[in-house]
């Protein structure tokens, strides 16, 4: 089950400097992000609707939006923090590169994901920043200025 999650996360690392592209691609023929993140939360949407039609075809049930009130107040700030991607993809990537971009990106994502994880934040288990995750977030500190500087 643990490969099954892998690579899951493998197919998200893969979207991701594939939709700062298409962000910036947006941006570039728009001229404007907001309306870029428009059109993307757009499609969103649209890919949404589709697979709650399939989810409900296969009979999988779909939560009510009445378990929304149980949910903590910052479990709703991951659409903002979305948000926030899609708008810097479309306004950075082009200016920085894609790989210069994702690597921050990443390296920012991996710190704070130390940090989350040894305070136990958000809901998440305790995990503790240990020598050698440190020592990996350093080594990808330098990963991005490589990538970005030469």
Do not use: H
Not at 27 to 39: E, S, T
Not at 75 to 84: D, R, S
Not at 97 to 118: E, K, P, R, W
Not at 138 to 149: C, D, E, N, Q
Request: net charge positive.
């Amino acid at each position: 089950m643990q490969a099954l999650f892998f690579g899951l996360a493998f197919l998200a690392g893969l979207s991701n400097p594939l939709q700062s592209a298409a962000n910036a691609a947006l941006n570039k023929g728009l001229g404007q992000p907001v309306a870029a993140a428009m059109v993307v939360y757009a499609v969103a949407i649209a890919g949404l609707l589709a697979c709650a039609g399939i989810a409900m075809v296969a009979g999988v049930p779909l939560m009510g939006l009445g378990q929304l009130r149980t949910a903590p107040w910052w479990a709703f700030v991951g659409g903002l923090c979305q948000l926030t991607l899609t708008l810097e993809a479309a306004v950075s990537t082009q200016k920085m590169g894609s790989a210069a971009f994702t690597v921050t990106v990443l390296v920012v994502a991996v710190v704070l994901s130390i940090v989350l994880d040894a305070n136990g934040l958000m809901g998440l288990p305790m995990r503790e920043a240990s020598w050698p995750r440190l020592l990996g977030a350093a080594l990808a500190i330098a990963g991005v200025a490589l990538v970005s500087f030469f």
